[in-house]
């Protein structure tokens, strides 16, 4: 989810008319991301014998944030796993859930690859703007009353399930559990742009929750 997964040098986001030079490193950080997946997607594509598939993550659809995932075959029983995810909205009632986030995995299948039972391990890095929520314990007790805005990075590990439902069309489900180290500022309302403090967290748990619709291209 992550959100922050940018989670190094860090790069502080704004998200609002305030910031708006940060705003605009926000979207092009989006837009190289994208460019990057298209580019690599095309170069794996032309290759034959490997194997590629487009995703999109349903658990992301159902709450607006926009994704889209490339995997390529490496090996027999080996994929690269590469999804992004983008949420840019700003509810009318004042709350805050504006993020971006990668999470590159490596998977063994333990069929073939595309096909039912896998293991992997992922890195995530993703930067987020939140507040209004009830309270999320691993970033603060006061959610509701605050805005956090950093980023986060980290590792973990996953088991997942793919079921063929046609020639070119599959189901996958997956969860993760990991590392994330969570940088953020925090801000003493949800519309404020006064920061109050600087803080960081290292966090352990879950760090990855899928259902994604997939078509194989080639």
């Not at 190289?32 to 349903?58: F, H, P, R, W, Y």
């Not at 333990?110 to 314990?137: I, K, Q």
């Not at 997956?174 to 290292?202: F, H, L, M």
Request: proline residues 3%; glycine residues 10%; hydrophobic residues 35%.
């Amino acid at each position: 989810m992550i959100i922050e997964d940018a989670y190094s040098n860090r790069v502080t986001v704004m998200f609002d008319g305030k910031g708006s030079d940060h705003g605009h490193n926000f979207i092009n950080i989006k837009k190289v991301l994208m460019l990057i997946l298209i580019i690599v997607g095309c170069s794996v594509s032309e290759t034959k014998a490997q194997k590629v598939a487009l995703k999109s993550n349903l658990l992301y659809d159902a709450t607006a944030t926009m994704n889209l995932g490339l995997e390529f075959g490496l090996a027999r029983k080996w994929t690269l796993d590469i999804p992004v995810n983008y949420h840019p909205w700003k509810p009318a009632d004042g709350k805050r859930l504006r993020h971006w986030g990668v999470q590159p995995e490596g998977r063994y299948w333990f069929c073939e690859r595309f096909n039912r039972t896998f293991m992997g391990l992922h890195g995530h890095y993703a930067e987020f703007n939140v507040g209004g929520w009830p309270d999320w314990s691993f970033i603060s007790k006061n959610m509701q009353n605050n805005r956090y805005q950093g980023h986060l990075y980290g590792g973990g590990v996953s088991i997942g399930h793919s079921w063929i439902l046609k020639k070119r069309w599959s189901l996958e489900a997956s969860v993760g559990v990991g590392y994330a180290r969570i940088v953020y500022d925090k801000y003493p309302c949800t519309q404020c742009g006064t920061k109050e403090k600087e803080d960081n967290k290292n966090y352990f748990g879950p760090t990855k929750a899928s259902v994604s619709l997939i078509y194989v291209i080639k």
